[in-house]
């Protein structure tokens, strides 16, 4: 298996005005000075360019929270992977539950987005995930498999391992209930397998990430499962001073 590096990601949702983007960072980049897991912070539109300026000469790395898959057109309201691109982004979650749920973000849709991201030099973070109801029912594997393989289905073999992928399961985001270690684990070896019946090369290579409810006080036990490659956070990533533990406890 080849040595794969933590990615840490910072899901600041709808929060961080411009002012508030530059007060995170002032105190948060010298925390993240030390070579270690990959740090990437994701703020809303407005604040994009202000904190890739700001990351400039850090390690740290600065992906937006959606984008249209096409390059340009009649979308109102949409962003595009080259104006990302343009702004010195790197990365773009897609996929968020909060977007499937609320916006109506679907699995066909991701499969345009997923690999236009690549395809214009963006990394993509994939969200995937099951709601409570359908743990409940014993659906998650299936829910699970549906979402990688529809979502990644235009993404040819040899790029699948440039996809980072967090296993956010619904029930866990925002509610303070974290999935436990073997539940986190279970899930995302089972994304694995899915990846390595298409290329096992992708699957030693691709990160998958866990998120939900991630906090500096079980962020090293969800690391420290073989196939957990990182966390997407959440509320936890708003505070500078919280976000920094959680990348100390990876390395
Ligand atoms: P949370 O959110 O850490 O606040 O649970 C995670 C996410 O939605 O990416």
Request: aromatic letters at 4%.
């Amino acid at each position: 298996m080849p040595e794969r590096t933590p990615q840490l990601a910072a899901n600041w949702k709808m929060h961080k005005t411009i002012e508030e983007t530059e007060a995170f960072l002032a105190e948060f980049l010298p925390r993240a000075e030390e070579p270690g897991p990959e740090v990437v912070v994701c703020p809303p539109f407005p604040s994009l360019k202000t904190a890739v300026e700001l990351c400039l000469q850090s390690r740290v790395r600065v992906a937006a929270q959606n984008m249209h898959e096409e390059a340009e057109g009649a979308f109102t309201g949409e962003v595009s992977a080259p104006m990302l691109l343009e702004l010195g982004v790197r990365g773009v979650i897609l996929g968020h539950s909060e977007r499937r749920q609320y916006c109506d973000e679907s699995d066909e849709a991701l499969a345009r987005k997923v690999p236009a991201a690549l395809e214009a030099g963006l990394e993509p973070i994939l969200c995937v995930g099951e709601s409570e109801g359908q743990r409940d029912a014993g659906e998650t594997e299936g829910i699970l498999t549906r979402q990688i393989e529809v979502d990644l289905a235009n993404v040819a073999d040899e790029r699948l391992g440039q996809v980072v992928i967090a296993y956010e399961p619904i029930w866990a985001i925002g509610t303070g209930r974290t999935a436990t270690t073997d539940q986190a684990q279970e899930a995302i070896a089972l994304i694995r397998r899915l990846i390595e019946a298409r290329s096992s090369e992708a699957a030693g290579a691709i990160r998958i990430l866990y998120g939900g409810s991630v906090k500096p006080g079980n962020a090293g036990e969800l690391i420290a499962q073989p196939d957990v490659d990182g966390a997407l956070v959440g509320g936890a990533s708003l505070d500078p001073a919280d976000f920094a533990a959680i990348v100390d406890a990876a390395r």
